[in-house]
């Protein structure tokens, strides 16, 4: 089996997720291609060789320009901090790779763009990792939409919960400032949404929206941080800094085929621990999904006997789900991890085939320029044309 040589810029939480995806995919897929984890990168070298030797890496470098210039790697994969991915992505376009990028595809909507021109004119496959795609449970109502299980769809309401960040002593991370991550909740969580929104229903037309920040200093990241590989640090208690994004992001959309939508990210709602939920409403029926029930899918039809008509929960784990076939028998569910397999698997088939993957560094853009003009209606306090 030819083997496909992957070198991966980041080592901490999506780091693990994607040297996760690695490590598993051919136990679980019959896939074209065995992947090598040749080269892990990262800024700090401890925590990086610390990395290297916990996911399974032959190798480890600080400069991701020596990285993506190596004639031994096929695929460069951009798990690093969103203000990183443009530079990464062009040069290693040039260099003729393959480029898998974390979302959002770039810390402002300019980056993205240069990002799938440089893709496009250097002729390479590429792909964006919104992973949750790949559940199948997700792909079951994508099926349901498309067949006309719930009719016209009329509306979606869609939330991203997180609580990792109410504390005020919670320190002041990268994803808090604006000059590294683009944008905070919105950028982070809104991305998820959005993606899911076109994937499942189709192009955004305008939105309108507001946010807040809710605590605007926290303490200085410790040193000692620089080891974590998760929503997880620690701060100090004399210096603190800024918070430059949001804490909340709520909009409103209206969708070119006629669908209205509302959507809400957050890192302030204590309990919600990763609470991702959609329902469609259409004009035969209803779906609903919660990440933190990831395994199943809510239906309701109206086509049903009135008399036994209600949501019926189905379990997305039978053979005959999309990605469900290759894991374990039928109610052996799969979890967060799984979805960066099935992800990696499906890049893997694709390539095979000569064709790219899906969703690419165009569905990134797209979901950007949604981001932006949320943004930009935040500002504006006005309903906002969605640029294409």
Known sequence: MKELNVALIGYKFMGKAHSFAYANANIFFDLPFRFRRRVICGRSRA???????????????????????????DLVDIASTPETHRDIAIAAAKEGKMVF??????????????????????????????????????????QFISEGRIGAVRHMRAVYLQDWIVDPSFPLVWRLR?????????????????????????????????????VDRR?????????????????????????????????????????????EATRFAPGRRNGQRFEINGSRGSIWFDLERMNELNYFSLDDDPRCQGFRTILATDSCHPFAGNWWPAGHIIGYGESFVNMVAHIALALGR??????????????????EAVTTSVSARAWTAVRS
């Open 47 to 73: 925590p990086l060789e610390r990395a290297m030797k916990q996911f399974g890496w032959e190798e480890c470098e600080t400069d991701w320009r020596k990285v993506v210039s190596r004639s031994d790697i």
């Open 101 to 142: 990028c974390e979302k959002p595809l770039a810390a402002e909507l300019k980056d993205a763009r240069d990002m799938y021109d440089a893709v496009v004119r250097c002729g390479v496959k590429h792909a964006v990792c919104f992973n949750y795609r790949m559940l199948p449970a997700v792909c079951l109502a994508k």
């Open 178 to 214: 604006k000059e590294v991550a683009g944008s905070g909740a919105h950028g982070d969580l809104n991305a998820h949404l959005i993606d899911l929104a076109r994937y499942l229903i189709g192009e955004f037309s305008e939105v309108i929206g507001m946010s807040a920040t809710f």
């Open 219 to 263: 303490p200085l990241l410790k040193e000692t941080a620089l080891l974590e590989t998760g929503l997880a640090a620690s701060g100090s208690a004399e210096e603190f800094g800024e918070v430059t994004v949001d804490d909340a992001t709520l909009f409103l959309a209206r969708f070119s085929q006629g669908a209205v939508g509302s959507f």
């Open 354 to 371: 000569d064709e790219n993957p899906s969703p690419d560094f165009s569905d990134g853009v797209s979901c950007q320029e949604v981001l």
